[in-house]
C-alpha cells in the first residue's frame, strides 16, 4: 500500500504547575495526529518524550497534552501501529508558545536523515518532504501505481509532458542520491531523457536517461570533460522497476532493482559543482537536439544530500 501522509501538528506551551525539578512554573507539550490532506484526525496512538516516563494517547479528536514537564530538549516519539515510530526534537520552554509542524508517512522510515524532496507522484507535483520543492505539473495524468492504487502515480506522454521543480542550489551540489519507480512502455524512444537537472546535450548537470536498451546515470562537467556515468541493461518492458542513482565525488552507481551496477566512466579530476540554472525535470528534459522524455509512469521519487547505503536502498525498494 503506498503510505499515506500523516502531519503532525505540535504547540508547546507553559504552566504554573509546581513541580520538585523547577519551583512554580513547568512546560506543556499538547498538539493532535492528523492526516496530512484530509486533516482527519488519529485517534488513539501513543505520543511519549523519549528516555522519560511521560506519555499518552490522542483522543478522539487527535489531540494530545503532556503536562508537568521539567523544561528543556526531549524527542517526542508518536507510535503508529503497523507504519512506524516518528520523532521530533523540541525544546520546552516557561511562557513560551509555539507551533510547529513536521512531515511524517508511515511505511517510509522518517528518520532516513538527508531528505532534501519527497514526490508521492500520487496526482500531483507536490514535495511532501521537509523543503516544500513543489513541482508544477505540465500535463503529466495521474494513473495507477505499481499496488494498483488509482491515481497514485504519474504517466508522462514522452513528447511534452513534465513536472518542473524550480532550480536551487543544492540540487548542483554532491552528493545527492535519487530514488524512484519507473514504468517505460515498450513504445519508448530510445534514446529518451527520463529526469534530471541538465540542458541536454550540454554536458553540464546530472541526469538518468534511457539509451541502447539501457537504464543511464551520469554526472557531467566541463562539457562531459569530467563525468561519471553508469548504466544497467535494461529493455523497456511496461513493468515497474526500482532505481536507485547515487552521485559523489567518487563517481555515478545505479541500483536497477536488487542489482548494484557500478559506474563505467570515472572523473578524471575531483567535479566541482555544476552551475547550470535549469529546472529539475521529471519525466522530461530540455534538449537542444529535441530529444523526447520517458513515455511511460514515475513514482515515489525521492532526492537525498547524501549517498544512501546498501541497506537503505534495499529497504526503499521493499517498502
Same mark, same amino acid.
Given at each position: 500500500?503506498?503510505?499515506?501522509?500523516?502531519? &503532525? *501538528?505540535?504547540?508547546?506551551?507553559?504552566?504554573?504547575?509546581?513541580? /520538585?525539578?523547577?519551583? !512554580?512554573?513547568?512546560? =506543556?507539550?499538547? #498538539?493532535?495526529?492528523?492526516?496530512?490532506?484530509?486533516?482527519?484526525?488519529?485517534?488513539?496512538?501513543?505520543?511519549?518524550?523519549?528516555?522519560?516516563?511521560?506519555?499518552?494517547?490522542?483522543?478522539?479528536?487527535?489531540?494530545?497534552?503532556?503536562?508537568?514537564?521539567?523544561?528543556?530538549?526531549?524527542?517526542?516519539?508518536?507510535?503508529?501501529?503497523?507504519?512506524?515510530?516518528?520523532?521530533?526534537?523540541?525544546?520546552?520552554?516557561?511562557?513560551?508558545?509555539?507551533?510547529?509542524?513536521?512531515?511524517?508517512?508511515?511505511?517510509?522510515?522518517?528518520?532516513?536523515?538527508?531528505? &532534501? *524532496?519527497?514526490?508521492?507522484?500520487?496526482?500531483?507535483?507536490?514535495? /511532501?518532504?521537509?523543503? !516544500?520543492?513543489?513541482? =508544477?505539473?505540465? #500535463?503529466?495524468?495521474?494513473?495507477?501505481?505499481?499496488?494498483?492504487?488509482?491515481?497514485?502515480?504519474?504517466?508522462?506522454?514522452?513528447?511534452?509532458?513534465?513536472?518542473?521543480?524550480?532550480?536551487?542550489?543544492?540540487?548542483?551540489?554532491?552528493?545527492?542520491?535519487?530514488?524512484?519507480?519507473?514504468?517505460?512502455?515498450?513504445?519508448?524512444?530510445?534514446?529518451?531523457?527520463?529526469?534530471?537537472?541538465?540542458?541536454?546535450?550540454?554536458?553540464?548537470?546530472?541526469?538518468?536517461?534511457?539509451?541502447?536498451?539501457?537504464?543511464?546515470?551520469?554526472?557531467?562537467?566541463?562539457?562531459? *570533460?569530467?563525468?561519471?556515468?553508469?548504466?544497467?541493461?535494461?529493455?523497456?518492458?511496461?513493468?515497474?522497476?526500482?532505481? =536507485?542513482?547515487?552521485?559523489?565525488?567518487?563517481?555515478?552507481?545505479?541500483?536497477?532493482?536488487?542489482?548494484?551496477?557500478?559506474?563505467?566512466?570515472?572523473?578524471?579530476?575531483?567535479?566541482?559543482?555544476?552551475?547550470?540554472?535549469?529546472?529539475?525535470?521529471?519525466?522530461?528534459?530540455?534538449?537542444?537536439?529535441?530529444?523526447?522524455?520517458?513515455?511511460?509512469?514515475?513514482?515515489?521519487?525521492?532526492?537525498?544530500?547524501?549517498?544512501?547505503?546498501?541497506?537503505?536502498?534495499?529497504?526503499?525498494?521493499?517498502?
Amino acid at each position: 500500500m503506498k503510505p499515506l501522509l500523516l502531519a &503532525l *501538528a505540535l504547540t508547546l506551551g507553559w504552566s504554573p504547575v509546581p513541580s /520538585v525539578a523547577l519551583a !512554580g512554573e513547568t512546560a =506543556v507539550a499538547f #498538539g493532535r495526529v492528523v492526516e496530512q490532506r484530509t486533516h482527519e484526525p488519529f485517534e488513539g496512538v501513543v505520543v511519549e518524550l523519549s528516555g522519560t516516563s511521560f506519555w499518552t494517547r490522542t483522543d478522539a479528536h487527535g489531540q494530545f497534552e503532556l503536562g508537568n514537564l521539567t523544561p528543556g530538549i526531549y524527542q517526542l516519539v508518536v507510535h503508529i501501529p503497523e507504519w512506524g515510530d516518528f520523532s521530533k526534537t523540541v525544546n520546552l520552554k516557561v511562557r513560551e508558545e509555539k507551533t510547529t509542524e513536521f512531515v511524517v508517512w508511515p511505511g517510509i522510515r522518517s528518520d532516513l536523515p538527508g531528505m &532534501l *524532496a519527497y514526490y508521492p507522484m500520487d496526482g500531483s507535483a507536490d514535495d /511532501v518532504g521537509p523543503n !516544500g520543492w513543489h513541482g =508544477v505539473n505540465h #500535463g503529466a495524468t495521474a494513473t495507477t501505481d505499481r499496488n494498483g492504487r488509482s491515481a497514485a502515480a504519474m504517466h508522462f506522454d514522452g513528447k511534452t509532458q513534465r513536472i518542473e521543480v524550480a532550480h536551487r542550489d543544492r540540487l548542483n551540489e554532491l552528493p545527492l542520491s535519487i530514488a524512484f519507480w519507473v514504468k517505460a512502455e515498450t513504445s519508448v524512444v530510445d534514446p529518451s531523457m527520463w529526469l534530471g537537472k541538465y540542458l541536454h546535450p550540454d554536458g553540464d548537470g546530472w541526469c538518468v536517461f534511457y539509451e541502447y536498451q539501457r537504464i543511464c546515470a551520469g554526472y557531467f562537467r566541463d562539457a562531459f *570533460a569530467n563525468s561519471a556515468r553508469s548504466h544497467a541493461t535494461y529493455k523497456a518492458d511496461d513493468q515497474w522497476h526500482h532505481v =536507485v542513482v547515487t552521485m559523489d565525488t567518487i563517481g555515478t552507481v545505479i541500483h536497477f532493482d536488487d542489482a548494484r551496477v557500478p559506474q563505467v566512466i570515472a572523473y578524471r579530476k575531483t567535479p566541482t559543482p555544476t552551475k547550470n540554472t535549469e529546472p529539475m525535470f521529471i519525466g522530461y528534459l530540455n534538449s537542444r537536439l529535441g530529444t523526447p522524455g520517458l513515455k511511460g509512469c514515475i513514482d515515489e521519487l525521492y532526492v537525498f544530500d547524501r549517498v544512501l547505503t546498501d541497506e537503505e536502498i534495499e529497504e526503499l525498494r521493499k517498502k
